[in-house]
């Protein structure tokens, strides 16, 4: 898909349709109190999938976590991933029987899993899966992010057939780059919801 630039932030409803939820999916080592994610996880309709081993996460386990979370609610779901969770999201759709369950995914900051300086304790998410997803996507790319290079994370959205929205150099995208509340993911969330 081509690359496009942020929308001007709208405001979104303080409430989901009561027919939908949306599940946060943090990376690897977590989401801590200044991530973004922290704070929608805050709203009413929205929910965190928590891992049993965020410091080496496995991916068949993470994909089995995902797969709970998606049965424990017969609501469908919205999918809103940062950095590993991207990849959680890509093997989970790759893998599993429930994917009727979600509507769309919002995949921030992917990262590059099969990098030679990726830590040992994701080398067992290689090789990435890139097979094109079943469900609407949109995915949010820095140009400045360490852990992905731009030309990488533009293959993986064109594999994955998600729109890619190129946020400028805003680092990986998570409480270091000062996003807050991140209005600007909020509006494309919303976009989800709309289509949803």
Do not use: K
């Amino acid at each position: 898909m081509t690359s496009s630039h942020f929308d001007p932030p709208v405001h979104l409803p303080a409430d989901l349709p009561a027919d939908l939820r949306v599940l946060l999916l943090p990376g690897w080592q977590d989401s801590g109190p200044g991530h973004w994610q922290a704070h929608w996880a805050t709203r009413p309709g929205f929910a965190r999938v928590e891992q049993d081993d965020w410091l080496w996460p496995r991916r068949g386990d993470w994909m089995a976590q995902l797969d709970a979370a998606l049965l424990a609610d017969a609501r469908p779901a919205l999918l809103v991933a940062h950095s590993l969770g991207c990849q959680l999201v890509a093997a989970w759709a790759d893998h599993s029987r429930h994917v009727a369950r979600v509507r769309g995914a919002l995949l921030v900051a992917p990262p590059d899993t099969e990098r030679a300086d990726m830590p040992p304790q994701l080398h067992n998410w290689r090789p990435m899966r890139r097979p094109r997803l079943p469900f609407a996507a949109i995915a949010v790319v820095s140009s400045d992010d360490p852990y992905c290079s731009p030309e990488r994370a533009a293959g993986l959205c064109a594999d994955w057939g998600a729109e890619r929205i190129d946020a400028g150099p805003r680092g990986h995208l998570n409480a270091d780059s000062g996003l807050g509340d991140w209005p600007e993911g909020l509006a494309l969330l919303q976009r989800l919801i709309q289509a949803a």
